[in-house]
């Protein structure tokens, strides 16, 4: 009976000591890498796509996503519905990727997300998006086409400078406002130009200028004439609906009462599952029949010593 009762003791502590890997264990992915790339984000990657699944902000990387040993071979990225943000860094200099689909949620892109991301030709963006960071797509010089779903975005400085000319597509219901829409181009030198989704130009600036189509590289100098060095600063708040009048005013804040953001899916909680419920259950059982194994060792040990005495 006594080697009984030492054997339930010792399976009962070696629970306690193990249930705690077992779940870290299941918390990680295929390969053995933590999947988490934001506090309620994980990432997969099947063959050439990688899927960001949860709701909320991606986090930065400054030293490099988690995935950056499988740049090669990535060629599409998925954003699921809750995703919020692209961390900064997150895809600088994918050669291989062509496509992303950003989701219905996105509000922001930060600063070189995509820089040097040349296999791509053109985006489109979610009526919730608001932001483009600091040389999130600057460099990727086949990006010939941007489509936003809502109102203006705040453009950041170098956020689309690929080089080249690029074209951004605003909706046909909620034309971007003119005054607005006339310093992003002007800002940018003629190499950026923006219509509505059904490619007619609204926009007419007596001012307008076109740079050459042959001139792909940013000019280091900037001549009396015509402006041609890189943009620098950029509109960085602008209203979503478009006035009837033309403003007066630039405003300081982004109006976001016409275009309602999304209402994030509903996830599966990612950080607990019935087996982290049943693990902690057995942790707390496991722990409570040791000491009470324990103590019954203890004091069937002294009534030992008692009878022989």
């Known amino acids: 009976m006594k080697r009984f009762t030492i054997c339930i003791a010792a399976v009962c502590l070696l629970l306690t000591l193990f249930a705690p890997a077992a779940f870290a264990a299941e918390t990680e992915g295929e390969d053995g890498a933590d999947n988490r790339c934001g506090e309620n984000l994980s990432w997969t990657l099947d063959g050439s796509t990688l899927t960001i699944s949860g709701s909320g902000n991606m986090d930065d990387f400054p030293d490099g996503a988690p995935w950056a040993d499988s740049r090669e071979s990535i060629h599409t990225v998925i ?24 989701g219905s949620s996105l509000k922001e892109i930060g600063e070189k997300a995509f820089q040097s991301c040349e296999g791509l030709t053109k985006i489109s963006l979610p009526a919730s998006f608001r932001r483009f960071g600091p040389s999130c797509f600057e460099g990727c010089t086949n990006l010939t086409e941007v489509y936003c779903d809502g109102g203006m975005p705040s453009f950041n400085a ?62 280091t100098t900037k001549p009396t004439t015509e402006p041609t060095t890189v943009p620098t600063t950029v509109p960085t708040t602008a209203p979503t609906t478009a006035p009837t009048t033309e403003a007066t005013e630039t405003p300081t804040t982004q109006a976001t009462e016409v275009h309602t953001l999304p209402t994030p899916e509903p996830e599966a909680d990612s950080g607990k599952s019935p087996v982290m419920g049943i693990l902690i259950g057995v942790l707390i059982v496991s722990g409570t029949l040791s000491l009470l194994l324990i103590g019954l060792l203890i004091y069937r040990s002294r009534r030992g010593e008692d009878y022989e005495d």
């Open 158 to 219: 170098n956020c689309l400078w690929n080089g080249g000319t690029i074209t951004i597509y605003c909706p046909v219901n909620n034309v971007w406002p003119e005054q607005y829409v006339e310093e992003l181009e002007t800002n940018f030198h003629g190499r950026l130009q923006v219509l509505t989704a059904d490619g007619s130009d609204p926009f007419r600036f007596d001012t307008e200028t076109r740079a050459p189509a042959e001139s792909t590289a940013a000019p």
């Open 79 to 102: 954003l699921s519905g809750g995703v919020t943000s692209v961390g900064a860094g997150a895809f600088t200099g994918y050669q291989n990727l062509t496509a992303v689909d950003f």
